[in-house]
């Protein structure tokens, strides 16, 4: 069982930027993809940034298109997603997904097995 645990939420002014990172138990974590999702308080979760297993693939909304970048370090068994240009409308609870080795990286939660317990992000305007 792939625990993750995600960190570097808080609170910042717009404009500005956050790192998150998302840590796992496992060292088979470095042959899943996985993905960056968040949820705004009434609204349903929805898929921020991918990255496949390889690092090759990474898919992004085009909401954050340009401004997130999603990255791996296999070494140290992280994922992070670097948050530049933040803007008000990105305050969310932010989790971090995997899936199980040999599935692609993709934008449906559904496709995900394992999740973090979320990192809160508030963009003050």
């Known amino acids: 069982q792939v625990q993750l645990v995600e960190s570097g939420g808080g609170l910042v002014q717009a404009g500005g930027s956050l790192r998150l990172s998302c840590a796992a138990s496992e060292r088979t974590f470095s042959n899943y993809a996985m993905a960056w999702f968040r949820q705004a308080p009434g609204k349903e979760r929805e898929f921020v940034a991918g990255i496949s297993w390889s690092g090759g693939t990474t898919l992004y909304a085009d909401s954050v298109k340009g401004r997130f970048t999603i990255s791996r370090d296999n070494a140290n068994n992280t994922r992070y997603l670097q948050i530049n240009s933040l803007k008000p409308e990105d305050t969310a609870v932010y989790y971090c997904?995997?899936?199980?080795?040999?599935?692609?990286?993709?934008?449906?939660?559904?496709?995900?097995?394992?999740w973090g317990q979320g990192t809160q992000v508030t963009v003050s305007s």
């Open positions: 997904a995997a899936t199980k080795e040999g599935y692609s990286v993709t934008r449906l939660p559904s496709a995900y097995f394992y």
